[in-house]
């Protein structure tokens, strides 16, 4: 049976629920310390709701040796939760046709809650915004240098510059054309991108 986003981030969560109470007692045993449960817990949001998750640490006298809330789950900020994949694709796609005010009511109005998160809303777009850049600059350095260019647009190998470009490095008209009908058929029509204005390699 095919599992749905839900079912597929609920496992995700509970799976590092499971993962860290055996972490934490292999290192209680390794370190031969005491276990104490945090009075705060780490707090996930997912599409099923948020959830809750009971933390621990160990202790050998007044020295913490080990942490589940640092050692095992993602850092977040004070006032964050961590989101599953599928709940932080919902916040951070739902602003970029709307205000954060009226995309915050739409998640809560889905997700049957009153939240406060247009602050958090704007720093996950935000993070999210610095990632595309970097995995884009990453890319842009990747394709200079193999084409004989180093990072700052420089010619340092002209052989390779002056090659002739392989004809499996373009994608065919009908699978780009494809694609942008799919995209199309989302989103409105003011949103509709024209292949006619883009330089499709034939």
Known sequence: MKRTKVQHSFTLATSQVFRSAKKTRSESEAREGEIIERPKKYTIDA????LAIPTFEIKEGS?????????VFPETGSREHYPTPCFRELVV??????????????????????????????????????????????????????????????????????????????????????????????KEKKWHIDVSELHVHV
Do not use: Y
Request: charged share 35%; hydrophobic share 30%; glycine share 4%.
């Open 63 to 71: 020295q913490e040796v080990f942490s589940a809330q640092r050692d």
């Open 93 to 186: 796609f739902s602003p970029c046709d709307d205000t954060f005010r009226k995309s915050e009511h739409e998640i809560n109005r889905v997700l049957w809650r009153q939240e406060k998160m247009d602050r958090v809303q704007s720093n996950m777009v935000e993070r999210e915004g610095k990632l595309l850049q970097e995995q884009i600059g990453k890319k842009a350095e990747q394709i200079l240098q193999s084409h004989g260019f180093n990072p700052a647009g420089k010619l340092i190998d002209e052989k390779r510059a002056f090659e002739p470009i392989a004809p499996d490095s373009f994608l065919p008209h009908e699978t780009v054309s494809t694609m942008i009908e799919e995209l199309n058929s989302e």
């Open 47 to 50: 599409e099923i709701g948020r």
